[in-house]
């Protein structure tokens, strides 16, 4: 099975960058997304690594690294309305139940003035 | 384009009471998904349905059935609700073999159950 680890809360002042972990416990996997949801609303997908390195889309930034079986989210020049929370996500292999998405708990951002 | 549209969006239930969410996708996705998502748990898979006429179940199954009715629609019901199945409900599709393979997620469906 999938094990997903992220830290429950984090808090970042307006305009900072602030990086978000995923550590994860898998016997391999095909891809690392990363989602966003705010408080009452739908999960929406940010940014996606299925290979190692840096995935840059705008403000937003996703790293993987498999051999540290680590990922992160990265966000720049924070605005308020990055507060929410934001969650990892691992698709198996395609022989292991590719439609399997596992969800780490959730990263709770709160950005302050 | 509507998405995956979800409905009801609220629905109260007394415990043994049968309901079902509908849910559909206008995105000709093959991949469908049922999540719930608890406080401090993230979203954890109910069933998944990988093509029309399938489907599988994920991490959390118990007590649920779903129906894959065709390619747009992919039902789950809850035949006798219990309080721990108080949840908000998240139904989403894929477009299998795309380069990021995202989930697009409906708007949820928040139940509970007394």
């Known amino acids: 099975g999938q094990s997903l680890e992220q830290p429950s809360e984090v808090t970042a002042v307006e305009g900072a960058i602030v990086q978000i972990n995923c550590t994860y416990q898998t016997s391999g996997f095909y891809g690392l997304s990363w989602y966003q949801q705010h408080d009452g609303g739908a999960p929406t997908f940010l940014s996606y690594n299925g290979l190692d390195g840096l995935e840059e889309t705008g403000r937003f930034s996703s790293f993987l690294s498999r051999s540290d079986s680590y990922g992160y989210l990265l966000l720049q020049e924070l605005q308020m309305k990055d507060s929410a929370s934001y969650f990892c996500?691992?698709?198996?292999?395609?022989?292991?139940?590719?439609?399997?998405?596992?969800f780490g708990t959730g990263t709770k951002l709160q950005v302050i003035p | 384009n509507a998405g995956v549209t979800q409905t009801p969006k609220f629905q109260v239930l007394k415990t043994g009471q049968s309901m079902t969410l509908q849910c559909a996708q206008d995105?000709?996705?093959?991949?469908m998904y049922w999540y719930r998502q608890d406080p401090g748990m993230g979203l954890r898979l109910i069933y998944y349905s990988a093509s029309e006429g399938t489907t599988d179940k994920g991490e959390v199954p118990n007590g649920y059935n779903v129906s894959r009715l065709n390619k747009r629609e992919f039902s789950l019901r809850l035949e006798s609700a219990a309080p721990s199945q108080t949840s908000v409900y998240f139904c989403?599709?894929?477009?299998?073999?795309?380069?990021?393979?995202?989930?697009?997620f409906g708007s949820g469906t928040q139940l509970s159950v007394l």
């Open positions: 996500a691992v698709r198996p292999n395609p022989s292991g139940g590719y439609q399997k998405v596992t």
């Open positions: 995105m000709n996705h093959n991949s």
């Open positions: 989403a599709s894929s477009e299998d073999g795309s380069f990021n393979e995202k989930l697009f």
